[in-house]
Nanobody, 118 residues
């Protein structure tokens, strides 16, 4: 079964940056769109960004546009999320997943905690 392992979270002051990584097992990584979602305390998981299988197309939710950048390295089975100009409202557990037929289809990993303080 394909597993997802997120890393790179931490405690950062507002305005700072973090780079998240998500590595997956399996040999079909390059065939699927990947994405990042996040879940803040007391809230539902929400979409942050996605990237096509080839890496050519990306999509972002409005509240991270211009601040976050999603990328991938298919040779390393890894998707990244570069987060700049972080705000306290970005505080959440960040998860990655694989998208197929508009469904985030893999079992969720443990996520990585991002905490932004002002």
């Amino acid at each position: 079964q394909v597993q997802l392992v997120e890393s790179g979270g931490g405690l950062v002051q507002a305005g700072g940056s973090l780079r998240l990584s998500c590595t997956t097992s399996g040999r079909t990584f390059g065939a699927y769109d990947m994405g990042w979602l996040r879940q803040a305390p007391g809230k539902e998981r929400e979409f942050v960004a996605s990237i096509s299988a080839s890496g050519i197309s990306t999509d972002y939710t409005d509240f991270v546009k211009g601040r976050f950048t999603i990328s991938r390295d298919n040779a390393k089975n890894t998707v990244y999320l570069q987060m700049n100009s972080l705000k306290p409202e970005d505080t959440a557990v960040y998860y990655c997943n694989r998208r197929s037929r508009n469904v985030w289809e893999l079992p969720w990993g443990q996520g990585t905690q991002v905490t932004v303080f002002s």
